[in-house]
């Protein structure tokens, strides 16, 4: 190839540009490629290959701190080096660029008081710079050798720290990693044991609650005589606050079991009317007591869907009863239709009641979330049952939604699918 001029000098001024180009887009590369490293051998076996290639040096060496040692931990070269070997801090010269925090170059490593020179004698090296990594307080190092008599330039000494300095960073996001891992397999392990523990005792807990429900009922069906007038009244209190603790023994149930993806789905044809009015049977006594109006509006002809039954019936029930709870007059609405594009059916039920607002929108769904959580609530329940009908809208492939006005009611609409 014709040089592009005659004279010298600039000719090679050209090509060291050409050479620090280089340099720096290779630099470039490897930091990209530190940033994606997520364990300690990959952050070495980048470092190995990089600090020999990117100063075109014999050799290279990774060093790691271990207390009062250097530990090298991995090494690049034409020949064998120390790898795997550790050496006191205070005599070998990657612990001189820790504990000093700044580069050793050394030009003629029998001439350096600070080489010890019976280490070398069976290496290759005659001349080598060392670069501490994370200069304020160092945990390792780089080195670089050379077979002839070479004194690092300033260049290779900025690329070689330029490499430490990301090398830092690579080690520093590796630990938080690694801790963010364990971190996350000790929650995992928690979660499953409070899972675990919640199953057991809602178990437990269903048992002697059962028998208690089975004594009332037979007391107050007069099986062990006849009740005096005065007797029914807290009997029923009895029967009424244990079925409330079943039905939230129930809820934590049904949750652990899902979270434990131990829900089975069993599909049949839906009749849609036929469970609603089954539902709104339960809710009668509520509606009644504060003379709320119910309306159902199901056309003619919606598509049949294929879903659990059971499932379906758990999540409309919830959401019925929240809206017979949530409102003190008015009416509670249940409208369904098809949707265009979508096989499916969508199901609002609507209601005139206390609203919600816009803020705790978004947390309603999540367990345990209750607008008004206070001790001194007027509303029973414990916040467990929308993150139950969310969970199983999931299982049954549907969405919910929710908009809501204070003071002027609430609106949830589901959707299932068809199959
Ligand atoms: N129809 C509704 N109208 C007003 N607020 C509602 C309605 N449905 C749910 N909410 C709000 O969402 C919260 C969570 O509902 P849910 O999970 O069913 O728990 P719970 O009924 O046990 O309080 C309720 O405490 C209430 O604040
Ligand atoms: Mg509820």
Same mark, same amino acid.
Not at 305 to 315: N, P, Y
Not at 354 to 364: F, N, T, V, Y
């Given at each position: 190839m014709k040089p592009l001029t005659d004279d010298p000098a600039a000719e090679a001024a050209g090509e060291d540009l050409n050479r620090s180009y280089e340099a720096m887009a290779h630099l470039i590369a490897v930091v990209q490629e530190l940033s994606h490293a997520r364990d300690l051998d990959t952050v070495q076996a980048i470092v190995r290959r990089a600090a020999r290639a990117l100063t075109g040096a014999d050799g290279a060496t990774f060093v790691l701190r271990q207390g009062d040692l250097c530990y090298y931990a991995d090494e690049d070269a034409i020949a064998p080096l120390w790898k795997g070997k550790r050496f006191p801090m205070a005599t070998c010269v990657s612990g001189w660029a820790m504990l000093n925090r700044q580069p050793a170059v050394i030009e003629d490593i029998y001439a350096d008081? !600070?080489?010890p020179a019976d280490a070398y004698r069976?290496?290759?090296?005659q001349s080598l710079v060392m670069v501490p990594i !994370?200069?304020?307080?160092?945990i390792g190092a780089i080195g670089n050798y050379w077979a002839r008599r070479h004194r690092a330039t300033s260049g290779e000494i900025k690329l070689l720290q330029a490499l430490a300095d990301s090398a830092s960073i690579a080690l520093e996001n590796v630990a938080l990693y690694r801790e963010l891992t364990e971190r996350v397999e000790e929650l995992k392990e928690a979660n499953r044991l409070k899972s675990q523990f919640l199953s057991n005792v809602s178990h437990e807990l269903r048992t002697p609650l059962n028998a208690i429900l089975g004594y009332t009922e037979l007391l107050i069906d007069g099986t062990y005589g006849r009740l005096k007038t005065d007797q029914r009244t807290p009997l029923e209190g009895v029967q009424r606050n244990a079925g409330d603790l079943l039905r939230l023994i129930n809820d934590v149930l049904d949750l652990t079991r899902i979270e434990a993806g131990k829900i089975e789905i069993r599909t049949e044809k839906i009749d849609l009317v036929t469970l609603l009015q089954e539902i709104f049977i339960d809710i009668q006594p509520i509606l009644d007591q504060k003379s709320l109006a119910l309306w159902l509006d199901i056309p003619e002809g919606l598509p049949v869907i294929e879903s659990d039954t059971a499932k379906v019936r758990q999540i409309l029930a919830n959401l019925l009863s929240n809206a017979a709870k949530f409102t003190d007059q008015g009416k509670v609405m249940v409208s369904a239709e098809e949707i265009p594009h979508r096989p499916g059916v969508e199901i609002a039920i609507r209601d005139t009641g206390i609203g919600i607002p816009k803020e705790a929108l978004p947390k309603i769904f999540e367990r345990f979330h209750q607008v008004d959580g206070s001790a001194t609530r007027e509303f029973g329940g414990v916040g467990l049952g929308l993150s139950i009908v969310k969970e199983l809208v999931g299982l049954l492939g549907g969405e919910i939604r929710v908009e809501s006005e204070v003071g002027n009611g609430s609106t949830f609409t589901l959707f299932l699918p068809c199959r």
């Amino acid at each position: 190839m014709k040089p592009l001029t005659d004279d010298p000098a600039a000719e090679a001024a050209g090509e060291d540009l050409n050479r620090s180009y280089e340099a720096m887009a290779h630099l470039i590369a490897v930091v990209q490629e530190l940033s994606h490293a997520r364990d300690l051998d990959t952050v070495q076996a980048i470092v190995r290959r990089a600090a020999r290639a990117l100063t075109g040096a014999d050799g290279a060496t990774f060093v790691l701190r271990q207390g009062d040692l250097c530990y090298y931990a991995d090494e690049d070269a034409i020949a064998p080096l120390w790898k795997g070997k550790r050496f006191p801090m205070a005599t070998c010269v990657s612990g001189w660029a820790m504990l000093n925090r700044q580069p050793a170059v050394i030009e003629d490593i029998y001439a350096d008081r !600070r080489v010890p020179a019976d280490a070398y004698r069976p290496t290759f090296v005659q001349s080598l710079v060392m670069v501490p990594i !994370r200069a304020a307080a160092p945990i390792g190092a780089i080195g670089n050798y050379w077979a002839r008599r070479h004194r690092a330039t300033s260049g290779e000494i900025k690329l070689l720290q330029a490499l430490a300095d990301s090398a830092s960073i690579a080690l520093e996001n590796v630990a938080l990693y690694r801790e963010l891992t364990e971190r996350v397999e000790e929650l995992k392990e928690a979660n499953r044991l409070k899972s675990q523990f919640l199953s057991n005792v809602s178990h437990e807990l269903r048992t002697p609650l059962n028998a208690i429900l089975g004594y009332t009922e037979l007391l107050i069906d007069g099986t062990y005589g006849r009740l005096k007038t005065d007797q029914r009244t807290p009997l029923e209190g009895v029967q009424r606050n244990a079925g409330d603790l079943l039905r939230l023994i129930n809820d934590v149930l049904d949750l652990t079991r899902i979270e434990a993806g131990k829900i089975e789905i069993r599909t049949e044809k839906i009749d849609l009317v036929t469970l609603l009015q089954e539902i709104f049977i339960d809710i009668q006594p509520i509606l009644d007591q504060k003379s709320l109006a119910l309306w159902l509006d199901i056309p003619e002809g919606l598509p049949v869907i294929e879903s659990d039954t059971a499932k379906v019936r758990q999540i409309l029930a919830n959401l019925l009863s929240n809206a017979a709870k949530f409102t003190d007059q008015g009416k509670v609405m249940v409208s369904a239709e098809e949707i265009p594009h979508r096989p499916g059916v969508e199901i609002a039920i609507r209601d005139t009641g206390i609203g919600i607002p816009k803020e705790a929108l978004p947390k309603i769904f999540e367990r345990f979330h209750q607008v008004d959580g206070s001790a001194t609530r007027e509303f029973g329940g414990v916040g467990l049952g929308l993150s139950i009908v969310k969970e199983l809208v999931g299982l049954l492939g549907g969405e919910i939604r929710v908009e809501s006005e204070v003071g002027n009611g609430s609106t949830f609409t589901l959707f299932l699918p068809c199959r």
